[in-house]
């Protein structure tokens, strides 16, 4: 009984320790946020450009709060002064990177599972020889869009200039880099697409 007291102890104080250092991250890297931001969990944010984060967004960082295991917190990371992120309201985040070196928006009603990877760059230059001179430099970005009320499987990862229709749904462990059609689902790399009820 008292080992039970003991840990439902630590629990409270690293929930209000995690909500002061997430509070605190977020003003440091000048998340714009609405009401009723709800993270679980450590966020991790690196933001040189600007993200704006909606109403009634849930962000999950640990596996206590999601029971899929998680591989990391989330990241929301902008790689320069022009990149954004713009996440829309009663979105759902577990343990996804987001990267932004141009533009990523995300739609309403979005659940984002564990693991999943959103990156509109490449993050290095694909040619070698310019990759020798710079690992980073001229690395090709394109801006992603999630419509509203998509829901991705955990650990699929959304490559640079994708749109997601809405209503679509991404397999787990799908890697997603064309167009989805409204209301489709898609499974695996190679993309196949099945058109779903309205």
Do not use: C
């Amino acid at each position: 009984m008292i080992l039970k007291v003991i840990y439902l102890s630590m629990q409270h104080i690293k929930i209000l320790l995690d909500m002061l250092y997430n509070k605190m991250i977020l003003r440091i890297n000048k998340v714009n946020t609405s009401s009723n931001l709800n993270i679980n969990g450590r966020i991790i944010v690196k933001n040189h450009g600007s993200i704006f984060i909606g109403e009634n967004v849930t962000i999950n960082n640990s596996s206590e709060h999601n029971p899929v295991g998680l591989p990391h917190p989330t990241i929301l990371s902008t790689q320069n002064k022009n990149a954004k992120i713009i996440i829309g309201d009663n979105v759902g985040i577990s343990g996804v990177s987001i990267v932004s070196a141009r533009s990523v928006k995300i739609g309403n009603r979005v659940l984002i599972g564990g693991g999943v990877g959103i990156w509109d760059t490449d993050f290095h230059p694909l040619d070698f020889n310019k990759r020798r001179d710079h690992q980073t430099k001229g690395a090709k970005s394109k801006p992603i869009i999630i419509e509203d009320d998509v829901f991705i499987g955990a650990r699929a990862i959304i490559l640079k200039g994708v749109t997601i229709g809405r209503g679509s749904v991404i397999g787990a462990g799908s890697l997603v880099s064309r167009d989805v059609p409204e209301y489709s689902t898609i499974m695996g790399i190679n993309n196949i697409i099945e058109r779903n009820e309205k």
